[in-house]
T-cell receptor
Framework: GAGVSQSPRYKVTKRGQDVALRCDPI?????LYWYRQALGQGPEFLTY????????KSGLPNDRFSAERPEGSISTLTIQRTEQRDSAMYRC??????????????????FGPGTRLTVL | QKEVEQNSGPLSVPEGAIASLNCTYS??????FFWYRQYSGKSPELIMS????GDKEDGRFTAQLNKASQYVSLLIRDSQPSDSATYLC??????????FGSGTRLQVQP
């Protein structure tokens, strides 16, 4: 089946503009995560949803960043009044709820291709 | 101290050798541990997951977990040039977001 998709793949914007990044998770996946990845670093958590409910937004850097998932499927990450320091790869991942088998908990996250954001 | 620490490398091994990648984590409550492979310019791809102390083998890959030492490792047997990539260690606690290390770059020399 189709994997996680993100759009646009590349976004160049001028400082001060708002941008909206879209994530379309794997069909049926309940959990959706947003990460930001700087060059040479691992992805850094921003926020995540179970269905339409935002469970944790502790990773959002400041109040210019917001995310929504109104129907429990597609999610949008919005950055208002962009700054040059916002330039990064923004990655989305999705997963099923954890499956329990004995004491094991599995919750594999599948990543999309990312959106490369450049703020000039 | 970072929550998940990895040696950035590069780790260089000859083709056919065993590559050993290491990771330490600081949160003793961590429950799930993952190794992702990331080729340059691509998205992370899950290689292995491990949840219990001990070894878990999948083909040429073996993940090792020692919760007492807060240590996770990945062994790649019979390394191939196609294994050259950055390997990201990630941990999570329950149904939570992943916390990643910075990754170790592996170079397999033909």
């Amino acid at each position: 089946g189709a994997g996680v998709s993100q759009s646009p793949r590349y976004k160049v914007t001028k400082r001060g503009q708002d941008v909206a990044l879209r994530c379309d998770p794997i069909s049926g996946h309940v959990s959706l995560y947003w990460y930001r990845q700087a060059l040479g670093q691992g992805p850094e958590f921003l926020t995540y949803f179970n269905y339409e409910a935002q469970q944790d937004k502790s990773g959002l850097p400041n109040d210019r960043f917001s995310a929504e998932r109104p129907e429990g499927s597609i999610s949008t990450l919005t950055i208002q009044r962009t700054e040059q320091r916002d330039s990064a790869m923004y990655r989305c991942a999705s997963s099923f709820p954890p499956l329990t088998s004995g004491r094991e908990v599995t919750d594999t996250q599948y990543f999309g291709p990312g959106t490369r954001l450049t703020v000039l | 101290q970072k929550e998940v620490e990895q040696n950035s490398g590069p780790l260089s091994v000859p083709e056919g050798a065993i590559a050993s990648l290491n990771c330490t984590y600081s949160d003793r409550g961590s429950q799930s541990f993952f190794w992702y492979r990331q080729y340059s310019g691509k998205s992370p791809e899950l290689i292995m997951s491990i949840y219990s102390n001990g070894d878990k083998e999948d083909g040429r890959f073996t993940a090792q977990l020692n919760k007492a030492s807060q240590y996770v490792s990945l062994l790649i047997r019979d390394s191939q040039p196609s294994d050259s990539a950055t390997y990201l260690c990630a941990v999570t606690k329950g149904r939570r977001a992943l916390t990643f290390g910075s990754g170790t770059r592996l170079q397999v020399q033909p």
